[in-house]
């Protein structure tokens, strides 16, 4: 019965995240890109909102990085036990590879690319797993 559990809870966090992350969409880098722009602009709610969010999705892929390893498979990074990162931070780090880095193809990233894929390629190549 424990291993069903223990077997269970990844799997059901993973949906839990599918499901609590599907009514807000995906973040195409155009959109990210407007955001950031009128949040410079106006210092008003969209930079605090983008702040939010891009949080919310570290701290998904972190636990969904979580669940794999409980479930036996590989990590997808390797982060420090005790990562504690702010909003800020991570749109410091998202923007720093949107300005410098590529994508797969070797190319800028297209503005219809999923912000949220470009930070699991922060988060892969800012805690890269050594083991």
């Keep these: ?17 599918f499901f609590a992350a599907a009514p807000a969409g995906a973040i ?5 890109q407007k955001y ?5 602009n106006v210092q008003a709610t969209f930079k605090s909102l983008i702040e939010i969010r891009m949080e919310g999705v570290l ?7 979580r669940a794999a390893v ?9 982060p420090p036990d005790k990562l504690e990162m702010r909003g800020a ?3 410091k ?26 930070m699991l390629k922060v988060a892969q190549k800012r805690w890269p797993c050594t083991r």
């Design 1 to 17: 019965m424990r291993s069903i559990i223990r077997k269970a809870l990844p799997l059901g966090a993973l949906a839990l995240l």
């Design 93 to 118: 780090l998202l923007d720093s590879e949107l300005t410098a880095g590529t994508a797969a193809d070797g190319k800028p990233y297209s503005g219809d690319t999923n912000i949220e894929d470009v």
């Design 70 to 78: 409980a479930d036996g498979g590989k990590p997808l990074f390797c």
């Design 36 to 40: 950031r722009l009128d949040s410079r």
């Design 89 to 91: 931070d991570v749109v």
């Design 59 to 65: 701290q998904g892929l972190l636990i969904a990085n």
């Design 28 to 32: 195409k880098l155009e959109n990210y």
